[in-house]
Nanobody, 122 residues
Framework: QVQVAESGGDLVQAGGSLRLSCAAS????????AGWYRQAPGMPRELVAS??????TNYADSVKGRFTISRANTMTVDLQMLSLKVEDTAVYYC?????????????????WGQGTQVTVSS
């Protein structure tokens, strides 16, 4: 069984920084690719940044130059957020895509985490 959990959300002043982590748990689990999404109250969930299996990255225009997605290890993908703005306030979710080994077989997964709250005050 694979689970993905986000951490690192907090209350921070505008201009501050936070580092979010998306960690997969389980036996012989690997995150191949991942996306960080966010959802503000009353708004649809939007893709903030993505990391492909070969290290390719993509960012929403609103966060380019401020956010960086990276692979901390085979089971963790981070989102470094700098120069935070009030409009970055949202619940941040990780969607991880990868594989794990169980019972001698390789299984693929795509899982959402429960989210972590980021609040930026003015």
């Amino acid at each position: 069984q694979v689970q993905v959990a986000e951490s690192g959300g907090d209350l921070v002043q505008a201009g501050g920084s936070l580092r979010l982590s998306c960690a997969a748990s389980g036996t012989d689990v690997r995150i191949n690719s991942a996306g960080w999404y966010r959802q503000a109250p009353g708004m649809p969930r939007e893709l903030v940044a993505s990391l492909g299996a070969y290290g390719d990255t993509n960012y929403a225009d609103s966060v380019k130059g401020r956010f960086t997605i990276s692979r901390a290890n085979t089971m963790t993908v981070d989102l470094q957020m700098l120069s935070l703005k009030v409009e970055d306030t949202a619940v941040y979710y990780c969607n991880a895509d990868g594989a794990y080994y169980s019972g001698g077989s390789r299984w693929e997964y795509n899982i959402w985490g429960q989210g972590t709250q980021v609040t930026v005050s003015s």
